[in-house]
């Protein structure tokens, strides 16, 4: 006893020099440090067993082993011959053999069932494939680090959208386009050789959270990537990622038959350009049988395109299918398109797309940005969805924070996946929301997808500002069920991030709720947007107007002058509203009834307007201005209060990132106003921090090495 | 009892969960595994005394509390009054004062005393500085982790070069110029806010081997470093490292006061130029007030510098010296020049150093590359070391690999640095040797200096390669005492690094000392020299013969024709020879006694020539390259047979990355071979491996995103 007792006490002090650095996401299966619900889950589980032999099967055998040897803290046996108290995962086919089902188990068409056998105590995850049964594992694995009881458990969960993609803006010199944790975690060169642990690691968090696809490449993208030599590397990837599920894709540069096929063209309905794509389809199957499919950013931004050849998106995007569909692949088209020439970015890809609805082969989707304009803080969503019902239409969310504070702003967004998703186009009438849109209920596609543009680089914690890791969490979640709430999402990767300890998981909670309406505040309040800093997109520069193109310049978005503020987008207007169906049209037509939140999205109002508040516009912005700084002071207090309850290397680090999160929204705060008081010409209400610096001091500011341009 | 034991074994499985990811490098500290030794170790220490108070002392016993804890798996106390068995850290004044220094003990004037005080057991760590202090509890330390005894010690050391410095070529947007370890570890973005914990443990590791200070930006310098806000988060930098005395300095733009002080010149003569720098020198020192001084680059590969104004390389070091010598800094002026114009590219720095011995102020020190062209596997050490009296030399390694492999070699480089130093330059006749010219013994300097450019990333494991951290080590080490043996080294690097089993260490120190000689033989045997890939570097291409400039191309340097092969440096050439003394000459004049290594350096030599071996030069060019592949199969072979002693994840990393060398090694055979094979036109030797791919199929590879270029 005494001699196990030195031993421990080694092997504890050894653990010692390991600091929390964020490496293991939600993943961290420390110990159950209650020591009552440790006893209840050691009785509940005493093996596992693992039906049939796959790597999928593998996975999930290690997995459970991994997670529960480190939760329950002790050694789980494996068997073969599963007795009483045993987690056993199987297929459908594989427990029925061995009559494992309970009788009259309902196994979901996708997803898994979780279910208790009360005879025998035995828990058992089934579903009809490997990867599904992994999910369940997955399930059953967070419900014990976040101390639920898992006593006679029925649970049955399938997804709600089909594919649930990240989306890497990786080039291939692992520069991160609007990366701000470190460069690329794809490895190009040293590929295929060498298999970065980070690549299994991958695997298993997408998998945890039911992300089934991945884009390896930028949109912007490198017709290298389809050469032989990378298409090996890029199926040493998929070797590594199939056993959790996860298919590559592979943004697809749409001239690559001239740039690496030599062909003088890449017109989508020359033969030789559509041979070229399907002898290009075959050569990436034989290496990748599972190949999921192309991503194709296309005129749009410079990206050459099918346009280029007086053709339509339609006709590029079919040719691309009709490639890959002998071999089941997808096309992913994306709609962000916009015409320098046009009066309003907001309207262009409504005007593109909208006319195509119904020329796409089946095999195609087409993915569009949550709102019209770019990722900002806020925005309505975008007039697309619900206007194609014959295509279906994947969404497109950003998870790295380009516009939302980049690296070091704490920023939960699932507040704002859910307000688009939870958005209602009455394009069926009432209730028609985005999400049914995107899960392909609202017009019955079979195929439906959602996108992630990733936040993840090789910095040691994956996303550089360790809540940046909660927003690929929450992505997952909500891609498999968007009636998940925030807060439930927040909670579950809170307690197993940090700890089960309720003081720490509801002052967490209160900063992470809290931080999406803060960052709206001290950015662009009341509907303002993109007046952001040119090119890095980062800070305050709403005074620019010299950009290559007028729609990159904040003037042409915020049209500020001496009568008011705002993008007057109804009749008078461009009519960009007259886009949305006509109940969603009211909502915002009017400016005496439009929300707040959506004010200057749609109008141009005079500084004097009258506000729900009953404060003035000009009162009521620098009011929401103070409001986003004095939210982010609060989440630092709040913060500062769990210096006790948190691991010294992460309280320290976000205590820091928060700190710069406070400086930033003054900063904001302080360039907007003063900037926009030049046209208000209106006095900064009393009681409110003025401005330490002047207007000019501002301008002058230069930030040449900001990340991620 | 039981209920201890529960907690341990608690703890115990919470560390199983962290895998060896390499991020501690030789700083693992964990428990010693040899029970008997640990009691020994146990009993000479029972707590630690830490006399005074001071950012570095405090560095001090945080270390011995962080290493001993963790190595004798045991919490030590810290104790304000020693009794006996106890570890005294401070000054010899402190020391002197509180009667804890034993009576006649040696305190050297750099470095420290380690020694037991026999009458109570304590084991006292004193120097005359904190930091000299900081150098020997690190040295203690290192005692215990590798098994030494710590009975009756009595160690003197002092180091023998005065600056130990890193170089990092690291740009401002945190690409690293030869990194192969991801991007800088510097994010200047974040800083001076966000300290990453990285920051205090690269301080740490530094200090571990006494390297005292760390250049931070590339020598191809950006003037941007040297404004407000980037002078603002290189003082929170040197704020992080100071306690581990660590200064910093940065890489000097020529051509700063033009492009951020809006001069309309950077003429050293200029009175406006020289201002400018003298209120630079003291806006930084306002900042940094032990700022190290700068490094500069100057007329060379395009860099600006003082002969653009007609001056030269003295007048240009000499006026930033005077800028900086109130405050007590230094100049490191590089001699890393060429002209492409030179019918050799060896003889440019010698010929415009040489000259200007003599003229430089008292704080400047000129940094040589160890050899004449550019950190090739093996190279004659540049005639300048011994050819400038008057100056002080400093010596510029390059850990970082960028001729030896780049990320994914392993290449262990102490006998390449010692072979440098050994070599006897015959200055002030025999026994001249580099290191002597280096150390300020041979002229009698003051100043001292040894520079490493860095191979150092934001990869989890620092270097890319785990290798990498033993380069990074052994500079350290050597950079202290040059005696040191690459053995000796290589030995304690493995005890700390990996295990103290003597399996593991005496199968790693073969691979590592075998490594050396192995990639001069894969590469560049016999004394041929940059004939790498153009650019990138990355690659053999011997045929290269279209870089912008002449001496950048391959085939300036091995000269292969019908009748031979080699660079003729002799009188009968370029007569580069000349630039030795006539000792040297003697070694390397005649291509019948002048030794393999060095053959072709200086002979162009026919392809009969018959070698020392016997064999003629195409058959032992042959033999060399073939011998280059086996070794690299016997390191595999070795490495494999520690399957069992190894922890899995870097046994099968470091197993990945010698199956990429060992194909490297085949391909740099191959193409060489077939290359020179088209001018000797004789056939490959008997019982060699044949070349699987013709020369045309090797010479059609293309590496675009090659890093590090």
């Known amino acids: 006893m005494k001699k196990a007792l ?3 006490l080694t092997l504890f002090l050894v653990q010692l020099s390991h600091a929390e650095d964020g ?6 299966y420390n ?4 020591n009552k619900l440790l006893l209840s889950y050691r009785k509940t589980i005493t093996a596992i067993h693992v039906a049939g032999q796959s790597p999928t099967m593998d996975a999930v055998k290690k997995e459970l082993e991994l997670g529960l040897n480190g939760l329950l803290d002790t050694k789980i046996a494996v068997t073969s011959r599963p007795g009483g108290n045993t987690i056993i995962a199987g297929t459908r086919e594989a427990l029925t053999t061995s009559k494992l089902l309970p009788q009259g188990a309902q196994v979901p068409a996708d997803g898994f069932l979780i279910t208790t056998n009360v005879a025998n105590g035995n828990t058992i ?7 599904d049964i992994l999910y369940g594992a997955f399930h059953l694995l967070r419900l014990i680090q976040t101390h639920q009881s898992i006593e006679n458990l029925h649970i049955i969960s399938s997804p709600r959208v089909k594919l649930r993609l990240l989306n890497h803006w990786d080039n291939l010199n692992r520069y991160v386009e609007r990366g701000y944790a470190g460069i690329s975690i794809w490895n190009w060169h040293t590929l295929p050789d060498y298999i970065d642990d980070r690549y299994t690691d991958y695997a298993r968090a997408n998998a945890s959270v039911g992300i089934n696809g991945t884009v390896l490449n930028n949109v912007n993208a490198n017709a290298t990537v389809l050469t032989a030599p990378y298409l090996q590397k890029v199926a040493a990837l998929a070797n590594v990622l199939r056993p959790y599920g996860i298919k590559v894709y592979l943004s697809a540069r749409f001239s690559a038959p001239i740039e690496i096929g030599h062909l003088k063209t890449a017109d989508p309905l020359n033969d030789s350009v559509r041979q070229w794509w399907q002898a290009k389809a075959k050569e990436i199957y034989q290496l990748i049988p599972d190949f999921g499919g192309f991503l194709v950013k296309a005129n749009s931004e410079g990206q050459p395109g099918p346009q280029s050849y007086g053709r339509s998106h339609a006709d590029g995007a079919n040719m691309m299918a009709d490639a890959l569909s002998p071999f089941g692949g997808i096309v992913i088209w994306r709609a962000f398109v916009y015409d320098p020439q046009a009066n309003d970015r907001f309207k262009q890809a409504y005007a593109e797309f909208t006319p195509l609805d119904g020329k796409f082969r089946k095999n195609v989707l087409v993915q569009v940005k949550n709102g019209p304009i770019d990722f900002q803080p806020r925005e309505p969503f975008s007039p697309l969805f619900g206007a194609m019902p014959r295509t279906p239409l994947m969404m497109e969310f950003q998870l790295t924070q380009e516009y939302l504070g980049q690296g070091t702003h704490l920023v939960y967004e699932a507040p704002l996946f859910k307000e688009v998703l939870n958005a209602d186009t009455y394009a069926k009438g009432p209730n028609s929301t985005v999400a049914k849109v995107i899960d392909g209920s609202l017009y019955d596609h079979s195929l439906s997808g959602i996108a992630g543009v990733s936040n993840i680089g090789n910095e040691r914690n994956w996303t550089g500002h360790l809540f940046g890791q909660a927003n690929w969490y929450a992505f997952g ?13 927040a909670t579950e990767w809170i307690q197993q991030t940090f700890s089960n300890d309720p003081t720490v998981v509801v002052s967490i909670k209160q ?3 809290a931080s999406r309406e803060a960052v709206v505040n001290y950015m662009t309040p009341l509907g303002l947007h993109h007046i952001m800093g040119n090119g890095h997109h980062y800070g305050p520069a709403p005074w620019s107007n010299n950009a290559p193109r007028p729609d990159w310049d904040p003037v042409y978005y915020h049209k500020a002058d001496a009568k008011g503020i705002g993008f007057d987008r109804t009749a008078s207007g461009t009519n960009a509203l007259q886009q949305y169906q006509t109940a969603v049209q009211q909502l915002y037509a009017d400016s005496n009834t439009c929300s707040d939140q959506y004010l ?3 109008h141009h109002v005079s500084w004097q307007h009258k506000m729900h508040s ?3 516009l000009w009162n009521e912005l620098c009011h929401k201005y103070q409001e986003g700084v004095d939210t982010v002071g609060a989440m630092q207090h709040k913060w500062e209060q769990l210096k006790n309850n948190i691991d010294p290397e992460r309280f320290h680090q976000v205590q820091m990132l928060l700190a710069i999160q406070h400086k930033d929204a003054i900063w904001w705060r302080n360039v907007c106003l003063l900037y926009f008081q030049t046209f208000s010409q209106m006095p900064f209400p009393a009681n409110y921090e003025k401005p330490d610096h002047t207007l000019e001091y501002y301008q002058q500011q230069r930030f040449p090495y900001a990340p991620g341009n």
């Open 477 to 489: 979640r909500l891609a498999w069920d968007y009636t998940l709430s925030s807060e439930q999402i």
């Open 125 to 131: 995850i089934t579903a009809n494939t490997a990867t």
């Open 23 to 28: 490496y293991r996401l939600w993943l961290r």
């Open 6 to 8: 030195l031993l421990l």
């Open 31 to 34: 110990h159950i440090d209650n």
């Open 511 to 513: 900063i992470m709720l």
């Open 614 to 616: 009953g404060r003035t």
């Open 600 to 602: 200057l999205w749609f």
